[in-house]
């Protein structure tokens, strides 16, 4: 059975019944994924603070968004927003977004993972959106090796080394599906090792902005 890491870029004041919704499913989720701008922004939003504790007493597990980008991003910048989820939301997750695949920048990211673990980051998610080196995996919690449209994900394969590592160390966030073809992405998932899953029919510049209205419904 597949589980849910949910790309939670949608505002509570916005999206409230879909955040309720979140508190009300913990079997069904691996991880949500908390983006108040991009990242933290430069202030508290409080408004995610009713929310995020109605997760927290549910028992699900939330990972603060952080850029990375592929390597360019300063890793004091970094690890300085990875710490500012801990002190204003009570986040001890982090998820890497724009994670590089490439082995030449591996020495970097190991480095990125024992600054945030060193501040009390206890789940750590990279996002490549694609499959890296292997070594990747020896560094965080989750890796995401795929992030795109099901016209893609249709033909998409895994490298051998994938099968080596348990299906619940990967996930693959799948959107612009057609009605009728969510299971099928959540058995393909599962034949290409991925335990965990997310599933939507939204698409456009940001299809993470509300939950399918297969989750709500």
Do not use: K
């Not at 998409?156 to 612009?176: D, N």
Request: contains cysteine.
């Amino acid at each position: 059975m597949t589980r849910l890491v949910v790309p939670a870029y949608f505002h509570p004041a916005v999206r409230r019944d879909d955040w309720a919704e979140l508190a009300r499913n913990p079997a069904r989720i691996r991880l949500v994924v908390l983006n108040p701008a991009s990242g933290t922004g430069p202030l508290l939003d409080d408004v995610f603070l009713g929310p995020l504790e109605r997760l927290g007493e549910a028992g699900i597990e939330v990972a603060g968004y952080v850029d990375t980008g592929y390597g360019s991003r300063p890793a004091a910048e970094v690890v300085a927003e990875a710490g500012r989820y801990a002190d204003w939301y009570g986040v001890d997750g982090v998820m890497f977004d724009r994670v590089s695949a490439s082995f030449d920048d591996l020495g970097h990211y190991a480095s990125l993972a024992r600054a945030v673990r060193a501040i009390g980051v206890r789940t750590l998610a990279f996002n490549h959106g694609a499959h890296p080196a292997e070594a990747y995996a020896e560094h965080a919690d989750l890796l995401g090796t795929f992030e795109g449209p099901f016209t893609s994900y249709v033909d998409a394969g895994i490298p051998r080394w994938v099968r080596r590592w348990p299906a619940e160390r990967f996930a693959h966030l799948v959107h612009s599906v057609p009605p009728g073809y969510f299971a099928e992405v959540q058995r393909l998932a599962s034949r290409r090792n991925a335990a965990n899953v997310f599933v939507t029919d939204q698409g456009g510049p940001n299809p993470w902005h509300c939950l399918p209205a297969s989750l709500v419904s």
